[in-house]
């Protein structure tokens, strides 16, 4: 027969198991879709589904004026494999996986603007709140991202600040 202790215990345990578990995807989920969304960049199809977000952004608008659209879309996407890369090195380099996580913090703020600058985000004839399949539920899902991102700048400046304290040694993950 267990105790209420051990009933505690193993709840703790098996909460602690899945939140470590939810930490790493939550990492490498966010590093995968940003260097996979970011290679997709480079294709003719995914250029030209971005170049009109990019056009209606007060924020990125600009970029079209000094490059074509599939060179603002390769940008883009070397942006986003660069910040995955970074945020997956959380193991090895704590402090450029924040680096890596604050740029991602950007890139999905500055797409999350895109639901107020883009034509065709609430669905026509309902109107707020009520947004589109595309795009406006595919740009709603970047606030999951933003949190994501967020967690994961903020977990990997604790184990930076931690591995300067204990002399080199990366506590946890």
């Known amino acids: 027969m267990t105790s209420r202790m051990d009933q505690v215990s193993g709840a703790r345990g098996s909460g602690n198991a899945l939140e470590g578990i939810g930490a790493g ?19 003719k199809y995914e250029a030209e589904g971005v170049v009109p977000l ?7 608008s600009w970029m079209l004026s000094v490059m074509s659209g599939p060179a603002a ?18 193991a090895v380099a704590p402090r450029l996986s924040a680096i ?15 639901l107020l600058s883009t034509p065709g ?32 700048a903020g977990e990997a ?6 591995r300067r304290v204990d002399g080199g040694r990366v506590p946890g993950h």
């Open 73 to 90: 879309a390769m940008l883009i996407g070397v942006v986003e494999i660069t910040l995955g890369l970074l945020i997956a090195t959380r």
């Open 121 to 152: 985000v609430w669905q026509p004839g309902y109107g707020f709140p009520f947004l589109s399949p595309m795009p406006g539920g595919f740009l709603a899902k970047d606030l999951i991202f933003l949190g994501a991102a967020i967690w994961t």
């Open 25 to 43: 995807v939550l990492r490498y989920g966010l590093v995968v879709v940003l260097v996979w969304i970011g290679a997709l960049k480079f294709a």
């Open 157 to 162: 400046m604790r184990a930076a600040d931690a």
């Open 54 to 60: 990019i056009m209606n952004s007060p924020l990125l």
């Open 100 to 114: 890596g996580s604050l740029g991602a913090i950007g890139v999905f703020a500055i797409t999350l603007t895109f």
